[in-house]
């Protein structure tokens, strides 16, 4: 099992950087409609409150595709993050460089802040190995924490580069917890062993599906990417999603499960 918060001794009064997955919808008044992503990570924030931490908590709200776009802004997250915790949640509109450090500079022991949009940067989605903007993060926190069950597949900067400059790097509660349940259906499934995956791209869960494939006995696609695999097979999408350039993948993967 990888190490998590609970394996740091004496963080009071260190910086937290962590990653957590709040993408949570909101109506046309920038209301949160769903807070089931935002009561995910309360055990995390909560146990680093405890232990005197000061917590900076980075993510992302949809797809801005690396532009600066008040749309996806997670002001208003932080607002209502405010209300659960019944105190003020410091919200960072620069995530980094001086604008950062300087908002961030009288954040108290126990104290939580949020980021802007970490998508609002293209090198946050860049799939280079350039560790720039990984180190221009690092510099806000004393230790990272990865919470983003949700978003930890993918290779961005916040999720994956990060962890390698910002020593040391540990996951959160709700990590350890889904790493743990998943562990256990994996390793010693009930049989039959059904899996449900889904999203809107294919292309982001490649990996996921290939390795389920060798240990389920069903596995149920659905969400956006389906429309993929309908396509791959013959199938009318009309209008509907599609990855045009995973139709081969799709066509693969089918295979492999027939196989």
């Keep these: 099992m990888k190490k998590s918060i609970k394996d740091l001794n004496d963080i ?25 992503r935002i009561q995910a990570i309360l055990p995390t924030v909560n146990y680093l409150k405890e232990k005197g931490a000061k917590i900076i908590l980075m993510a992302h709200l949809g797809r801005p595709k690396g532009e600066w776009n008040k749309e996806f802004s997670l002001e208003p997250v932080a607002k209502y993050l405010s209300k659960i915790l019944n105190e003020e949640v410091i919200f960072v509109s620069t995530p980094v460089g001086e604008g950062a450090e300087k908002e961030l500079e009288n954040l108290k022991n126990g104290q939580v802040a949020l980021l802007e949009n970490i998508r609002f940067y293209k090198a946050e989605e860049a799939k280079d190995d350039d560790m720039t903007f990984a180190n221009e993060l690092a510099k806000l926190g ?49 049989r039959p062993f ?59 993967i089918k295979k492999k499960a027939a196989d």
């Design 194 to 252: 059904t899996a449900v995956v889904g999203g809107a791209k294919v292309s982001s869960k490649i990996g996921v599906l290939e390795n389920l494939i060798e240990k389920v006995d069903n596995l149920i696609i659905g969400g956006g990417m389906a429309y993929t695999f309908v396509k791959a097979n013959g199938g009318k999408i009309g209008n509907s999603i599609c990855e045009d350039d995973q139709l081969d993948v799709a066509k693969m």
């Design 142 to 190: 004393d230790f990272y924490v990865n919470d983003a069950f949700g978003a930890a597949h993918r290779n961005h900067t916040s999720t994956a580069k990060l962890a390698k400059v910002l020593k040391p790097a540990v996951s959160g509660l709700l990590m350890e917890k889904e790493l743990r349940c998943l562990s256990q259906a994996l390793d010693n499934p009930a």
């Design 12 to 36: 009071q009064g260190k910086k937290a950087l962590v990653r957590v997955d709040i993408n949570v919808p909101l109506d046309a008044d920038k209301n949160v409609t769903d807070d089931t």
